[in-house]
């Protein structure tokens, strides 16, 4: 049986790109501020991990106005979706062995 | 901070970082919460209509003032469901099926409610004023369980 890390997607180990796909996750859709806000960094910070999220095709941006302000949307892709369950199940995995580990069987 | 490191995260850290995913839902649930306002904002308006109609001595001829009156509870509460609107910055999948198909359900429940009180004549010109304002309660009931929903969660 391998180790669940092996099912860990090495991007979303990362804490901003995670956070950030966290939060799209429970979202059909987020501002770009709410999600600066939120995961607590800066628009640069924000801007260049999406950028990386929507290289991989994890991560859908969409531009709009309302009014006259521009107005950015983000979203999880299918793709992102599934990434972000398969590495969350890993991680569950890993923090059961501590609980097994926390009290062992009399 | 550090929550998950880049080769094998800890169990500690496993449990950090789903703590935080946790913690992020909770945030969007949160941002909901305006969609829920939103429900509520409607079902005032429209329990304010039927608490006017239900004044009025004869709601069929309802007057110059009521006409008004009514106009301008609608304008107020579109100019506020807008402000509402436009200040969402977030929301889930489950909070917007909830808002539509409680607004589809709205529809659906006043229009039968509204067919029965003609068809049972319920609103026939000998029946007291209230009997609008009762109508206007039971039609609003699928609008007040969408907003505690969606405020629940």
């Known amino acids: ?106 | 901070m550090l929550l998950v490191s880049e080769s094998a995260p800890t169990p500690h850290e496993a449990q950090a970082a789903l703590a935080e995913a946790n913690s992020q839902a909770v945030r969007v649930r949160h941002a909901d919460h305006q969609l829920g306002w939103i429900v509520l904002g409607i079902a005032a308006m429209y329990l304010a209509v039927g608490a006017l109609m239900s004044t009025l001595p004869d709601p069929r001829r309802a007057g110059p003032v009521v006409g008004p009156a009514i106009l301008a509870i609608m304008i107020v509460g579109l100019v506020g469901l807008v402000f509402v609107g436009l200040r969402i910055r977030a929301y889930s999948r489950t909070a917007i099926l909830m808002y539509f198909g409680g607004i589809a359900a709205f529809n659906l429940w006043n229009a039968i409610v509204f067919g029965v009180s003609i068809a049972t004549r319920w609103f026939a010109l000998t029946q007291p004023s209230y009997h609008f304002g009762i109508s206007v309660v039971v039609a609003v009931i699928p609008l007040l369980v969408v907003a505690w929903l969606i405020l629940r969660r």
């Not at chain 1, 429970?26 to 999600?35: L, N």
């Not at chain 1, 999406?50 to 106005?65: H, M, N, P, T």
């Open chain 1, 1 to 106: 049986m391998s180790h669940p890390r092996h099912a860990l997607d090495d991007l979303l180990a990362h804490p901003v790109r995670f956070s950030i796909s966290a939060l799209l996750f429970a979202a059909s859709k987020v501002e770009f501020s709410f999600a600066r806000d939120h995961v607590e960094v800066t628009d640069s910070m924000l801007s260049k991990q999406v950028s990386l999220l929507e290289q991989a095709g994890y991560v859908k941006v969409d531009k709009g106005f309302v009014g006259k302000r521009g107005r950015t949307w983000l979203s999880l892709t299918r793709d992102g979706r599934r990434a972000f369950e398969r590495h969350v199940a890993a991680l569950r995995e890993i923090a059961a062995g501590e609980n097994s580990l926390a009290s062992p069987a009399r």
